[in-house]
Every structure is written in C-alpha cells, then in structure tokens.
C-alpha cells in the first residue's frame, strides 16, 4: 500500500504517534503472514488474516481467520494463547491487516486486543474499508497501546490484493489466464485447444480458481470447449472449525453478440449464479464489487475477450503458461490488438517464473496501471 493511501486513512496527528518498527518484526510478521496464508481459499469475500502473540520472544498464541462469519485471527490467537495458559498482559501481537473497530457479523477485534492488555501491536498495513481505514490504529493508540505499521507491506498486499483494491476503488484484481504455445498462439484455426499446456499447469489453474470470487470467460469460450469452470480441489482441514469446502466462484459469461440463452446446454449455465453479461467490462467490474462482493476474477477465455481487457487496461496480472510447441502461422494468437507505432505497445514486468513440468509459468504486470495500492 503506497504512502499516499496511507496518507489519506491516517492523519497526521495519528501518524506522529505510530512508533518505528523493531528489528525482530519482520520475522514474526512473515509467521503472522504464513498464518493467513491457512484461509486464503476460504475467506472471501473477507481478507485472509493471520495473527501471532508474542511475549519474551516466544510464541503464545497464533491463529487465522478461516472464513466469513468466524471470528478473526486476533480472537483466535488470543484464544490460542489463553488454552496455553499464557498471560498476554504486555505482549506484542502482530497482525497482516489493520484490527477491525466496527461491530460486523463479529465484535471489533481492535476492542479485543485492548482488553487483553496487550503492550504493542503491529501491523503490516491499513484496511482500507471505510468501516476500519486507520480507525482500528487509532482505536489502539487511545488506549496507551504502542502501534508499528508498515512491517513486510508489500507481502500483506500480495496476499490480500483483491479485497484491498476493491475496498480502495470499487474494482476488482483482475487476473488473466492464457495458455500459449512458443509462438504464442492460443488455439488452432478451428478453435481447438485442449490440451496446448500440460497437466500441472491446469493443476496449477485450479489455485488461480480457489482464490478467485468470480470467473469470466467468453461465448466463443463456452461454445467451443464447453468448460466446467469449477474448483477441483479436495476439501480443506482448517483449525477450528474442521473439514470445509473451497467455495465455488461465480461464472460470467460476456456474450455481446447474444450468442447464447440461458436455456443452452452448457455446463456452466445449468448453473442458477450464472451471469450472462452483454454490457461494456468497466461496468461489469464495478457491479462484481458493489453487487456480489468479488474481489478477486480470473479471466479465463479466448483472445478475442483477452484483447478487450488487456486494451482497456482493466488487468491487473497476466499469468501466461507457456508450452514447448509451436502451432504455427495460422493458429490464432494470444492478442487481438493492432497498434501501428511501436511506442504504442503494452509494457509489462515480469514478476515471477516458475517451471511446471515441461510448462513456463510466467506472472506479469502491467507497467500501466489505472491503480497502484502499493510503491
């Protein structure tokens, strides 16, 4: 999250009154982080937020938050600690998001942690939801509680980027999927293409799938390969509540041409949450926040939709699996766009890469962004 928007959540007073971080921070934050990393296929629409106590340099307690409606990871931590018989009476808690200070489906955890008497608190970033944005510091400030913020940031962005984005800007994160051959073609001329990449690649999908509240894709998708679009993943043991199921993400499908009726027999509109969109993409993103609480979407569809994002600078992360083949000049390609000067093209870095059998993974961003939550 960049200082700007921490700009705008804390005030100036707030801020003159946080205290520097210490040296061992960063390494019990990325304990706190590994403990939210425990829900990230469970909690959306709410973020994925871990938590760990910690007194004379030990552990007392940790804990997550698993999913909606559950309590947070600061009141499982502080539960945690209590079942271990530990006094949290002067300790440190370190936390990935800003301590909720409103009454939701649970009470504040802010109030929590000062009833605790906890001594220190800190935080990687700021919850930029109205109902928290720099509320939850303050909260803790006026008690006499000693607050650090800013610890591994850029960590606690990456795991919570949809929710921040949206509750920033009222968009979601959009991730685009592609599967491309060494020429960068997506499907034969007939529109065949299963399968261009391998099997740990579409293993791979699935994670993209679990983390993601919406998935997009095209008619011209639907009508030529017929997917599922689903999550084929095994249940997961979560601490606390037991066995839970990944929750399955929405399907849309943009038909502007009215290729398809809802009667159709695809397997994805046998689906009743099936949304099929025939407007312009900016205003679909903004109604997947503010109507169905999406904040993170995979796109998965052809190059036709693909090119309509990427040129409408709506993709926040391109993930491309690349496969050791070539498909040649007549199969189509990955992008649709025309640009006749070379300073016109899309510029992306590269962000990670990864090996996945005889498949490269790729993650890339766009050096253009309509946003940047973080430096």
């Given at each position: 999250m960049s200082d700007s928007l921490a700009d705008n959540m804390l005030s100036n007073?707030?801020?003159s009154r946080l205290s520097p971080a210490l040296s061992d921070d960063e390494k019990f934050m990325l304990m706190a982080l590994n403990e939210a990393e425990k829900g990230e296929f469970t909690t959306r629409p709410n973020p994925a937020v871990g938590c760990v106590i910690i007194k004379n340099d030990l552990i007392i307690g940790k804990g997550f938050h698993p999913k909606a409606g559950f309590p947070h990871a600061e009141i499982f931590a502080l539960a945690d600690a209590k079942n271990n018989g530990q006094n949290t009476a002067g300790a440190t808690v370190y936390v990935s998001l800003e301590p909720c200070s409103h009454f939701g489906r649970t009470p504040p955890c802010a109030g929590a942690l000062i009833e605790s008497g906890v001594s220190r608190v800190v935080i990687a970033t700021l919850d930029p939801n109205p109902q928290v944005a720099g509320k939850g510091v303050e909260m803790l400030l006026n008690a006499g509680i000693s607050v650090s913020f800013g610890v591994c940031q850029k960590q606690a962005y990456?795991?919570?980027?949809?929710?921040?984005?949206?509750?920033?800007?009222?968009?979601p994160f959009v991730r685009l999927k592609m599967g491309i051959s060494l020429d960068g073609r997506v499907a034969m001329q007939n529109g065949q293409s299963k399968w261009i990449t391998g099997e740990l690649s579409?293993?791979?999908?699935?994670?993209?799938?679990?983390?993601?509240?919406?998935?997009?894709?095209?008619?011209?998708?639907?009508?030529?390969?017929?997917?599922?679009?689903?999550?084929?993943?095994?249940?997961?043991e979560l601490d606390n509540i037991g066995i839970t199921a990944i929750p399955q993400p929405k399907i849309v499908v943009v038909d502007r041409r009215g290729k398809l009726s809802?009667?159709?027999?695809?397997?994805?509109?046998?689906?009743?949450?099936?949304?099929?969109?025939?407007?312009?993409?900016?205003?679909?993103?903004k109604i997947l926040v503010a109507k169905y609480q999406c904040h993170d979407v995979l796109v998965e569809t052809g190059a036709t939709l693909a090119t309509s994002f990427l040129?409408?600078?709506?993709?926040?992360?391109?993930?491309?699996?690349?496969?050791?083949?070539?498909?040649?000049?007549?199969?189509?390609?990955?992008?649709?766009?025309?640009?006749?000067?070379?300073?016109?093209?899309?510029?992306?870095?590269?962000?990670?890469?990864?090996r996945l059998g005889d498949d490269v993974k790729m993650i890339f961003r766009p050096k253009k962004l309509i946003h940047n939550l973080i430096a």
């Open positions: 007073t707030v801020k990456e795991l919570n980027a949809g929710f921040l984005k949206a509750m920033a800007t009222g968009l579409r293993k791979d999908v699935q994670n993209l799938r679990a983390k993601s509240g919406m998935i997009i894709t095209g008619s011209n998708t639907i009508i030529a390969d017929n997917p599922a679009l689903n999550v084929r993943l095994p249940d997961v809802p009667d159709d027999d695809f397997t994805v509109l046998k689906n009743p949450n099936t949304l099929i969109w025939q407007d312009d993409l900016p205003a679909l993103l040129s409408q600078n709506l993709v926040d992360e391109l993930i491309i699996y690349q496969a050791p083949c070539l498909l040649g000049a007549t199969a189509r390609p990955m992008f649709g766009g025309q640009f006749e000067r070379l300073q016109d093209k899309l510029n992306f870095t590269l962000v990670d890469v990864e």
